[in-house]
């Protein structure tokens, strides 16, 4: 049989390289494995869609403390509850009827509630108008004050103690040399 590639050294060397046994093996291991591999890949695929793995179990510093806070406070609504269910088997609440008042008892319960708050509530308005009315000057007021001598000003105090700002207080009673104050004999 004649030799085709006679002639032609490269398609001779390319057929040659690629019919050889070892390119042979290659490529059918390649393909059957190759398959093999996708398939796996495509199991392992499906698996972990269908059963997701579990996480890990580290747990960070945060979800430690917040899994702790919800434990105790399970713990404290658990014994709350408890407490609550001992103290309603101790003390049962009681249906109470509901109380109505009799007319005399309305009666003393409206002039206590409302009618004498109201009479003192006037007493107290008459009395401010009295003492603090607008027809009045500002003497009779001062006049007719309780503390008249605590609510007037700074200035006007001193006015009626008889010192002046400059002068200390005690310097009303130093008096030594001084021929002008009347000595009463």
């Given at each position: 049989?004649?030799?085709?590639?006679?002639?032609?050294?490269?398609?001779?060397?390319?057929?040659?390289?690629?019919?050889?046994?070892?390119?042979?093996?290659?490529?059918?291991?390649?393909?059957?494995?190759?398959?093999?591999?996708?398939?796996?890949?495509?199991?392992?695929?499906?698996?972990?869609?269908?059963?997701?793995?579990?996480?890990?179990?580290?747990?960070?510093?945060?979800?430690?403390?917040?899994y702790l806070h919800?434990?105790?406070?399970?713990?404290?609504?658990?014994?709350?509850?408890?407490?609550?269910?001992?103290?309603?088997?101790?003390?049962?609440?009681?249906?109470?009827?509901?109380?109505?008042?009799?007319?005399?008892?309305?009666?003393?319960?409206?002039?206590?509630?409302?009618?004498?708050?109201?009479?003192?509530?006037?007493?107290?308005?008459?009395?401010?108008?009295?003492?603090?009315?607008t027809n009045k000057?500002?003497?009779?007021?001062?006049?007719?004050?309780?503390?008249?001598?605590?609510?007037?000003?700074?200035?006007?105090?001193?006015?009626?103690?008889?010192?002046?700002?400059?002068?200390?207080?005690?310097?009303?009673?130093?008096?030594?040399?001084?021929?002008?104050?009347?000595?009463?004999?």
């Amino acid at each position: 049989m004649p030799n085709p590639y006679s002639g032609n050294e490269k398609a001779a060397a390319f057929v040659n390289y690629y019919a050889s046994p070892h390119m042979v093996s290659s490529s059918v291991n390649r393909l059957y494995y190759g398959g093999v591999e996708r398939k796996k890949r495509a199991e392992a695929r499906a698996m972990k869609e269908a059963y997701p793995p579990t996480p890990s179990a580290r747990r960070s510093p945060a979800q430690l403390e917040a899994y702790l806070h919800n434990c105790v406070q399970g713990e404290l609504l658990r014994r709350q509850q408890h407490r609550a269910a001992l103290q309603q088997e101790l003390y049962p609440d009681t249906e109470e009827t509901p109380r109505y008042l009799s007319s005399k008892e309305m009666t003393h319960h409206i002039h206590h509630v409302y009618d004498e708050p109201l009479k003192v509530r006037r007493a107290r308005a008459e009395e401010l108008r009295r003492i603090f009315g607008t027809n009045k000057d500002a003497e009779e007021v001062k006049k007719e004050t309780v503390y008249q001598y605590q609510r007037l000003p700074a200035s006007s105090a001193r006015a009626f103690a008889g010192s002046s700002p400059r002068t200390p207080s005690s310097a009303q009673y130093n008096n030594r040399g001084n021929t002008e104050v009347d000595t009463v004999a």
